[in-house]
């Protein structure tokens, strides 16, 4: 079954909530059950999507981006040998300006073409 998935669409970014009650989620959840899920990904050659939503309309700074919760879920994933997909997830024009974030997630988590899966080289 797994043969038909290519990327996990924005993982553990729950829809609709804002950064702190995103990071609650994370904080709730250890490194371990992490790895555990991004191992799991890893084994199946499943990639994970790398979305800049969970930033929408925060206006964070590369520095706030680099200790926020969702960069310790990436790198983690990255830790497990993951690729890596984009998506926006954006749903309006004015919901692209995130776009803007992926270079400063990609620098901070130290990714290059070769972290990412075919489809998107």
């Known amino acids: 079954m797994h043969d038909l998935i290519t990327s996990i669409a924005h993982p553990f970014l729950p ?6 009650y995103k990071n609650r989620i994370f904080n709730a959840i250890s490194d371990a059950q992490f790895t555990e899920c991004f191992d799991a990904a890893y084994q199946a050659g499943i990639a994970i999507e790398i979305n800049p939503a969970h930033y929408f309309g925060a206006k964070c700074t590369p520095e706030q981006i680099a200790n926020d919760g969702y960069m ?19 749903h309006s024009l004015e919901q692209l300006d995130a776009i803007e974030l992926i270079p400063v997630i990609l620098e901070k988590l130290d990714l290059t073409d070769r972290d990412f899966i075919d489809l998107v080289k």
């Open 15 to 20: 829809v609709a909530k804002n950064i702190e």
């Open 72 to 90: 310790r879920v990436l790198s983690i994933a990255k830790k497990c040998g993951c690729k890596f997909s984009l998506g926006s997830d954006a």
